[in-house]
C-alpha cells in the first residue's frame, strides 16, 4: 500500500468513527498509532497478523451501544483473524 493510501484511510477512520484507539499494520508490524491499550495486547495483535499473514491494515475499536469498546478492522484483515483479535479483546479488557 502507498503511504498516501495509509494517511487517507487513518483520516476517514478518524473522522467517521472516532476511534477508542487505533493500530496500524505496516509492513506486518501492528504498532499503536492513537489510544491507549496495553503492550500485551499489541504484541498478541501481532501474533495474529503474523499468523494470517496480514501485511497492511488497521484495527480500531468504537465505543458500543452500552458504552464497551467495539473492534473494527479494515478489509485487509480477515473476519477469522478480525475474530481471533476480537477474542484477544475480551481477555484484555
Not at 503511504?3 to 472516532?18: D, P, V
Not at 477508542?20 to 496495553?38: E, P, R
Not at 497478523?49 to 484483515?77: C, D
Request: net charge positive.
Amino acid at each position: 500500500m502507498s503511504h498516501l493510501y495509509f494517511i487517507l484511510k487513518r483520516f476517514f477512520i478518524g473522522l467517521f468513527n472516532s476511534p477508542v484507539f487505533l493500530i496500524q499494520i505496516k509492513d506486518g508490524l501492528a504498532t499503536l498509532n492513537s489510544g491507549k491499550v496495553s503492550n500485551k495486547f499489541i504484541n498478541d495483535c501481532q501474533d495474529v497478523v503474523r499468523m494470517e499473514k496480514v501485511h497492511s491494515g488497521f484495527l480500531w475499536a468504537e465505543t458500543g451501544q452500552y458504552g464497551k469498546p467495539v473492534i473494527k478492522a479494515s478489509n485487509e484483515i480477515s473476519p477469522i483473524g478480525l475474530q481471533k483479535i476480537r477474542n484477544l479483546w475480551s481477555f484484555y479488557s
